[in-house]
């Protein structure tokens, strides 16, 4: 899963695989360490849980969960939507957030590609 900060927003981008994770077992998480302490790391997360609203966020320290609606992710998952998108009230303004397909690049190799969604556009000529 990759993860994107810019601003006030977050963009994960999630992998086939990482999709059959989500829908089998309701999470899939990452953790970025800075340094050898222990404590010295972000685990950034993707969670399906029974809600009404479609998208949602969650932190504590050294952890940030997006939370997606378990009808949403049903949906998604088996249509051609490329994300979820939505905003949060963070008090002194919204956090934007995107929850996208990770397609496959149109002009990277095969390695880069490895794990990807097939790219809409990789029929079309240019």
Same mark, same amino acid.
């Given at each position: 899963?990759?993860?994107?900060?810019?601003?006030?927003?977050?963009?994960? $981008?999630? /992998? *086939?695989? &990482?999709?059959?994770?989500?829908? %089998?077992?309701?999470? +899939?998480? !990452?953790?970025?360490?800075?340094?050898?302490?222990?404590?010295?790391?972000?685990?950034?997360?993707?969670?399906?849980?029974?809600?009404?609203?479609?998208?949602?966020? $969650?932190? /504590? *320290?050294? &952890?940030?969960?997006?939370?997606? %609606?378990?009808?949403? +992710?049903? !949906?998604?998952?088996?249509?051609?939507?490329?994300?979820?998108?939505?905003?949060?009230?963070?008090?002194?303004?919204?956090?934007?957030?995107?929850?996208?397909?990770?397609?496959?690049?149109?002009?990277?190799?095969?390695?880069?590609?490895?794990?990807?969604?097939?790219?809409?556009?990789?029929?079309?000529?240019?």
């Amino acid at each position: 899963m990759k993860l994107r900060i810019k601003g006030n927003s977050l963009r994960l $981008r999630v /992998s *086939p695989s &990482e999709m059959e994770r989500l829908m %089998s077992a309701g999470r +899939v998480e !990452e953790i970025v360490r800075f340094a050898p302490d222990p404590g010295a790391k972000l685990t950034y997360a993707l969670e399906q849980a029974a809600s009404n609203q479609e998208i949602a966020v $969650r932190y /504590s *320290p050294q &952890e940030l969960t997006v939370v997606l %609606s378990v009808e949403s +992710v049903r !949906e998604w998952a088996q249509s051609k939507l490329v994300g979820i998108y939505g905003a949060v009230d963070v008090g002194s303004g919204q956090l934007t957030l995107a929850v996208e397909k990770d397609f496959a690049c149109l002009d990277s190799s095969d390695t880069g590609n490895e794990d990807t969604f097939a790219n809409p556009n990789s029929a079309k000529v240019c």
